[in-house]
């Protein structure tokens, strides 16, 4: 693997140090930190900002399910990692995915709908538990940063509402611990628009 810029590796290395206190062996540890890294290539190559609120994305996913959910399946951290709901050109290609991390990976990855789905309620409810909670994390992630995102303030409401109508309740029927997160941020971002 490529060595990684200095945030992106201390965040590497936050995420591998995270896994392993929650038991994971060192080939799960290894697995997480491909797909880390391979979630990291297009923000690398195309954000010349490395505190942009998207350049850390693919390992606040994963931290967002280790803090708050607990132990979580190695394989669902790698698909919170790898799954890009907000910014098209961040995202690794699937082949990519397939190559360097398997085709399960992939179809994981692929099976979790983006906001603004039209059947977004439906394609949420038929994820199994484990992609449930990798779905929600990654959404977490972009909407706790979205009042940073100034080139996204069109996109404000438009996300509110769709977090009170699809990914709030979905949250409650998934895991109290995201459902507090999720209402919390509800309660405090409807005060910025």
């Known amino acids: 693997m490529e060595e990684l810029p200095s945030r992106a590796a201390h965040m590497a290395r936050s995420l591998a140090g995270a896994v392993s206190a929650?038991?994971?062996?060192?080939?799960?540890v290894a697995a997480l930190s491909r797909a880390f890294h391979l979630a990291m290539g297009p923000r690398v190559d195309l954000l010349d900002d490395d505190h942009h609120p998207?350049?850390?994305?693919?390992?606040?996913?994963?931290?967002i399910l280790l803090q708050d959910v607990g132990?979580?399946?190695?394989?669902?951290?790698?698909?919170?990692?790898?799954?890009?709901?907000?910014?098209?050109?961040?995202?690794?290609?699937?082949?990519?995915v397939e190559a360097e991390v398997g085709?399960?990976?992939?179809?994981?990855?692929?099976?979790?709908p983006r906001p603004g789905d039209e059947r977004l309620v439906e394609r949420l409810l038929t994820l199994g538990p484990g992609l449930?909670?990798?779905?929600?994390?990654?959404?977490?992630?972009?909407?706790?940063?979205?009042?940073?995102?100034k080139d996204l303030v069109d996109d404000w409401a438009p996300t509110y509402t769709e977090v009170l109508e699809a990914w709030l309740p979905f949250a409650e029927r998934t895991n109290p611990q995201l459902a507090?997160?999720?209402?919390?941020?509800?309660?405090?971002?409807?005060?910025?628009i």
């Open 103 to 112: 085709p399960a990976a992939k179809a994981a990855v692929e099976s979790i």
């Open 132 to 149: 449930s909670l990798a779905a929600l994390a990654e959404r977490l992630d972009h909407i706790r940063h979205l009042h940073v995102r």
């Open 54 to 63: 998207a350049y850390l994305h693919p390992g606040r996913g994963p931290l």
């Open 22 to 28: 929650k038991g994971a062996s060192g080939d799960e």
């Open 180 to 192: 507090r997160r999720y209402a919390h941020w509800a309660r405090t971002f409807v005060k910025r």
């Open 71 to 96: 132990t979580v399946d190695v394989s669902v951290l790698m698909v919170a990692a790898l799954h890009e709901s907000r910014d098209h050109e961040l995202r690794v290609p699937a082949a990519e």
